[in-house]
């Protein structure tokens, strides 16, 4: 029986007159690599913030992994999430930020060796998290989000400012995450990553869902992604 580890209900959301999450409706099931498309304002990090308990709906439900997400407490001790904006304490160095993650966690410290490595911080562990560079900010929240093995992790524009070879590496480590029972939960505007990453895929664009399918249900919408993502997008217009 597949088990559904995200389930929304009539979600909505604004923020003041403008409609960011209309009626959202939403399943993902354990084990998916889901892609969550969509053009800048389209509700992508909204949903996301949502689900990851850091703000509420106006109206609707919403579970992850189970949970209600009015247990916010609950929720974020279960998922990992990489933001699309990475914020980072100044005033600690990139093994203090790790260590006070372990910590909060209650992980064992011996996870935070394998993460400087997978993410080629290791050279870094002793400078300022002010100090990095946006690339390197965005894989140390990687580590973070992954550092406690959560069963659901929820990615925001993750490879925006990594660069390609790091790109390779994490790409590489998210499909064994994947292949071992873990769920991704992609946001991208991104159509050659999405299509090559997700195993289905749901395009959201004015806060609505215009299409959900695997990329071979999609495709047979028109001849690329790309070419199935503008017509919607423009439709929707």
């Known amino acids: 029986m597949t088990t559904k580890v995200i389930q929304t209900s009539h979600l909505s959301k604004s923020y003041g007159k403008t409609k960011a999450v209309s009626n959202l409706n939403l399943e993902v099931d354990k084990g998916e690599f889901f892609g969550f498309l969509g053009p800048n304002g389209a509700g992508k990090t909204t949903t996301i913030k949502i689900l990851t308990s850091q703000i509420a709906p106006d109206s609707g439900e919403a579970a992850v992994l189970g949970i209600n997400i009015k247990d916010s407490l609950t929720v974020k001790r279960a998922v990992g999430v990489v933001p699309e ?116 895929i749901a395009i959201i664009t004015k806060g609505n869902i215009a299409t959900a399918g695997t990329i071979p249900e999609l495709l047979k919408k028109g001849e690329t992604l790309e070419e199935v993502f503008l017509t919607l997008v423009r439709s929707h217009g």
Not at 125 to 143: E, I, T, Y
Request: charged fraction near 30%; hydrophobic fraction near 45%; proline fraction near 4%.
């Open 85 to 200: 904006i990475v914020m980072l304490p100044s005033f600690l160095t990139v093994s203090e930020y790790l260590e006070f993650v372990s910590k909060i966690r209650a992980i064992e410290p011996e996870k935070i060796e394998f993460w400087l490595d997978l993410t080629d911080l290791s050279e870094k562990r002793n400078a300022l998290c002010k100090d990095l560079s946006q690339g390197m900010k965005q894989k140390l929240s990687f580590a973070a989000a992954f550092i406690h093995d959560p069963k659901l992790v929820f990615l925001d524009e993750p490879f925006a400012d990594v660069d390609p070879l790091m790109q390779n590496t994490l790409k590489t480590f998210l499909k064994e995450y994947v292949k071992k029972g873990g769920t991704i939960f992609l946001s991208t505007h991104i159509l050659e990553i999405a299509e090559k990453l997700c195993s289905r």
